[in-house]
C-alpha cells in the first residue's frame, strides 16, 4: 500500500517513515521528507492529487504545549484545521487516513480513560487536538491517541522526557520526576505496527496505545534507572503543582488499551526498556 507521512521529521514520525519505508513530508523538508506546510489547504490538495498514496499517516503537529498555549491560534491551525484539509483531501483521494492523537484530549481527574470516555482538555494543545480529531473521524479515519511516546529520538528535534531522564541519570545529574502525575507511556516503535494491524483489520474510530502499566512519572524514571542499571537516588520526587507552566497539565491521563488489545498485542514496559537499551549498544 503506497503509504505517505505528513510529518516524517519528527521523533513519532521518523519511526513510522522508517517501518513503511515510504515517502515523508514535514514543514521544512527534513530527515528525506519533502517539504509541505500543512496549513496550506491548496499546497495539501496539490501534493496528494500529485503523489496518490492510498495510506496517509498525520504524525505533523505543533507538539510543544507551552508554544500551544502562548499561540492558540497557530495551535488551531495546525493540529485542528490543517487535519481537516488532510483527511477531506485522503477521502477525495480514496486514501485511508490515520490522526496521531494525545491523552491530553482529557481533564487528567480520572486516568485510565477508554476511548468512549468522553474527552475535556483543559490547555490549547489539547483543544486543538481535540478539533484535530473530531475532523478526522468526519471523513471515517482512524484516530490514534498516543502518550508520551518513549524511545530514542532519531529525529533529534527535541528532548524527550525519557531521553532527558537517562541522560541526565547517565551523566550523574539529578531528575526531577512527578509522583502525582499518573502516565500510560507508548513505546514508540509500536505506533507504525499498531497502525498496520488497524489498516488490515479495517478498523476506523478512535484506539488508544499505551503501556498496560500505570506508573507515576517517579515511577516511570525508576524503571528507566533499573534497566539501565542508573542511580536512582538521583531521582527527586516533586509534584505537578512545583512546575510553573503557562499551559495547565492534565493529572492522571493514563489510558486504557483493551479495545486495541484486542488485535495488537502491548509487551510489557520492562521488555521494551530492555529493548531500547540493547539499541543504544548496536
Ligand atoms: N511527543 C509527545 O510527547 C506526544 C504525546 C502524545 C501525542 N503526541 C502526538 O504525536 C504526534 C507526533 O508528535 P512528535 O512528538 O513526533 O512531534 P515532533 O517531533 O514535534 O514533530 C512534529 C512534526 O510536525 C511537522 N510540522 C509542524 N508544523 C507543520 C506544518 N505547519 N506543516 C507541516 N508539517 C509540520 C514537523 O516538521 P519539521 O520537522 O520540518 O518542522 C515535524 O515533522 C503528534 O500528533 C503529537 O500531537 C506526541
Known sequence: MKTLVIGGSGFVGYYIKKYFDCQGTSLTG??????????SERDIGEFIGKNRPELIINSAAMANVELCEKESNKSMLVNGQAVEWLARSAQENNAKFVQISTDYVFDGEKGDYNELDKPNPINQYGKSKLVGEENALRHDAIVLRIEMPYGINFAKNKNTFFESALNNLSNDKEVNAAIDQIISPT????????????????????????????????????????????????????????????????????????????????????????????????
Not at 488490515?200 to 500505570?214: D, I, P, Q, W
Not at 486495541?260 to 514496559?269: R, V
Open 30 to 39: 527534513k530527515e528525506g521528507c519533502q517539504k509541505l506546510d500543512i496549513t
Open 187 to 282: 513505546y514508540v516503535e509500536d505506533v507504525p505496527k499498531a497502525i498496520e494491524t488497524l489498516i488490515t483489520n479495517s478498523r476506523t474510530g478512535v484506539f488508544h496505545l499505551a503501556s498496560k502499566e500505570k506508573l507515576s512519572r517517579y515511577d516511570f524514571v525508576t524503571q528507566i534507572a533499573r534497566t539501565f542499571e542508573l542511580n536512582a537516588d538521583l531521582i527527586k520526587k516533586v509534584s505537578l503543582d512545583d512546575f510553573k507552566f503557562d499551559a495547565k497539565r492534565p493529572k492522571k491521563t493514563s489510558l486504557n488499551t483493551d479495545k486495541i488489545s484486542e488485535i495488537f498485542t502491548i509487551d510489557s514496559l520492562n521488555r521494551n526498556l530492555s529493548k531500547i537499551k540493547d539499541m543504544y549498544k548496536t
